[in-house]
């Protein structure tokens, strides 16, 4: 009940066949209106995906009636057959509701390179249409899965309105955005306008904070449907933060289910002199391998914390920094402080704390551990 | 023979007992001139060690007579108790070798955070000094080591003049430079100005190409000791090609015994619009942990290639770009070519092509996979 809590929306998952594992691989989500303003937000990678090729086209007029996802392939680096296949599935997809292909998201998840079969998905698009339903949300959050090892879904209730979302994505998390696909529906009556500046704001304080393992994806989509159907037009802040809350949610589901993680990095960067200092520091941990393998072991190591942040341009003294790492200041004043053999890094959650002693500002990003089951997951993935 | 091989230099190493296995750790090389003429370049990490500020004063004059150097502690973040041991380690040595305090470049390598014993390092500094040798290059590289499983040394013979260079390194290999400590000698005679235009040059096209996990040190030092004892002043154009090579010949040296590596990673981006684009490209291949992950499981996954290739800035058309990996085309014009599973990846050497198509610059950057191991030996090590 996540994309179709919101009055106006039907979804469905079925089995085209893309996956070897014979598991739901395409999902579609239908927007009846009356309204269909919507907003997307992209992968900053130059090297895009035929599907957000398509979909950047699709946005222009800000006006979505339908989007459709497969797992299975990312449809990255196939050449003009591969852009092809995302046109005939939109234009299938089209006949079939009786709507126009400019109208239709096409998304794409999976390995770059191959093609997955046209006839695969041409055969398959009548069968995603025949199960479309009100209830068929958790359907489609299943079928748009990859490496994912729970589907992830969140819904926010507003005074007569509401938001739904479903997510994919567990590898190459990383600004902007983080390798995932998101379907966020909403039955407010808000313009494509509103909704894109209400999107673009919840994205920069939730999937851009997410820097999982540093890597950028060529299909990130993030799409925003707004049906119209409560016949309410919310405030657009008070929109803006339940959409925030609702992408915050689906953000931290993404990190706890990262590929091979065993701890979940909160990253906090405080008293920064800048909103931008503070994001550059929490990130330049957030890539940093080594401190990441301490991490792994169980291993407070505020040098590597230290060392990280000095890569970057962010206004501090470099002998004045204090680190906290869950709770305990194991470094104050450029010093080390409290005994690291005091604090507990069994817990799945881990808190960094860096105090910059510079301003204000203050930014958590959150990322994960570098582990032996990352490495492997993503040394045997096409293989 | 390597630091000792040109005329005018001593060198030993010894046993201070910092670090817990009881292998040699306190490094010494003294210049006898009869020039002290030097250079050094230093770590751009803004959180810097102890003796690296330290060095920082003293090579400012362009006089360098001895450099002390020591494993099993970084001395850094160890607040002014720290500053105070790297001082009076080079008053030691001075007063030892007669000698200004002024005129002794001080290098430590190890974890970041607790300080080594003062008292061991006082004790040792006679010790050190005793051992000096003109057959000492050895037993010198031998007692910088950390992680390194082999000592790294280079030689260079020219016309009645030579350079030898020792070297330690193995993880936290990023620009710039490369978390290592090396030491560079020779008995030419070229005024301090002159070795550092050289020394420059030859760590833009060396040290600064090698990335092996991204991370950068706290502690990196590049010291280059001119003895002026072969009483030759060659062509600066001539003596910087010779240094640029010894320290190539060290780089490769440092990416061999790179820690836990399986493969090394020869990342060339060719037909470039600029210097700058290829290093860029290059480099970003090289910080792709996913891409990594892939070559160790000997997958020649050159869609992560593409995808790190697209968040540079670099001048190309995504669309245009060909990738060979060990010399197969596996991706041409920007689509899947010759079959992957035609790619021998067993070999430790994989050599990754990106052809721009936008000029004619090219760049080489070394890297490494990311390992089991990487993450085994960096989980642990503090610990």
Redesign the interface.
């Known amino acids: 009940m996540s994309v179709t809590k919101p009055k106006g929306f039907r979804a469905s998952g079925v089995t085209a066949g893309f996956k070897d594992s014979g598991k739901s691989d395409l999902a579609l989500v239908v927007n009846d209106g009356p309204s269909h303003a919507a907003a997307c937000v992209f992968t900053?990678?130059?090297?895009?995906a035929n599907p957000v090729l398509w979909s950047e086209e699709v946005i222009k007029d800000g006006e979505v009636a339908a989007i459709i996802l497969n797992s299975g392939g990312?449809n990255?680096?196939?050449?003009a057959p591969g852009f092809q296949l995302t046109h005939a599935t939109a234009e299938a997809l089209a006949t079939e509701l009786s709507i126009s292909s400019g109208d239709v998201l096409v998304c794409s998840t999976g390995?770059?390179?191959?093609l997955f079969s046209a006839d695969k998905m041409l055969a398959a698009v009548p069968n995603v249409v025949a199960a479309l339903s009100t209830d068929g949300a958790d359907a489609a959050a299943t079928a748009i899965m990859t490496t994912d090892t729970v589907s992830k879904q969140a819904t926010y209730d507003g005074p007569g309105w509401s938001i739904g979302a479903m997510a994919k994505g567990a590898?190459?998390l990383a600004p902007a955005l983080a390798t995932m696909l998101i379907v966020i529906t909403t039955d407010v009556d808000l313009a494509p306008a509103q909704l894109d500046e209400a999107l673009r704001v919840a994205c920069a304080t939730s999937f851009n904070r997410l820097d999982s393992?540093?890597?950028?994806?060529?299909n990130d989509t993030v799409a925003l449907l707004a049906s119209g159907a409560a016949q309410i037009s919310p405030d657009l802040a008070e929109f803006t933060d339940a959409l925030s809350s609702v992408c915050v949610d689906i953000a931290l589901q993404l990190m706890q289910d990262a590929e091979g993680a065993s701890h979940d990095l909160y990253i906090t960067t405080t008293h920064a002199a800048s909103e931008a200092d503070a994001l550059e520091v929490s990130r330049s941990v957030a890539?940093?391998?080594?401190f990441k393998?301490?991490v792994?072991?169980n291993?407070p190591?505020?040098?590597?914390v230290?060392?990280?942040?000095?890569?970057?341009t962010a206004a501090f003294e470099?002998?004045q920094l204090d680190v906290a790492i869950n709770g305990i200041w194991v470094?104050k004043?450029?010093?080390?402080a409290a005994d690291?053999e005091s604090v507990d890094m069994t817990p799945r959650k881990c808190e960094i704390l860096i105090d910059l002693k510079a301003g204000d500002a203050e930014v958590t990003v959150w990322s994960n551990d570098?582990?032996?089951d990352?490495?492997?997951e993503?040394?045997?993935?096409?293989?």
Not at 44 to 48: A, E, G, M, T
Not at 111 to 114: E, K, Q, Y
Not at 301 to 304: A, E, S, V
Not at 333 to 336: A, H, K, S, Y
């Open positions: 900053s990678n130059r090297c895009k990312a990255c680096y196939t050449g390995l770059i390179g191959p590898g190459m393992d540093g890597c950028q994806s060529t890539r940093s391998n080594l393998c301490a792994f072991g291993d190591n505020w040098g590597r230290l060392a990280a942040a000095g890569t970057t470099p002998h470094c004043d450029g010093q080390g690291p570098l582990t032996h990352y490495v492997h993503n040394s045997a993935y096409s293989t």
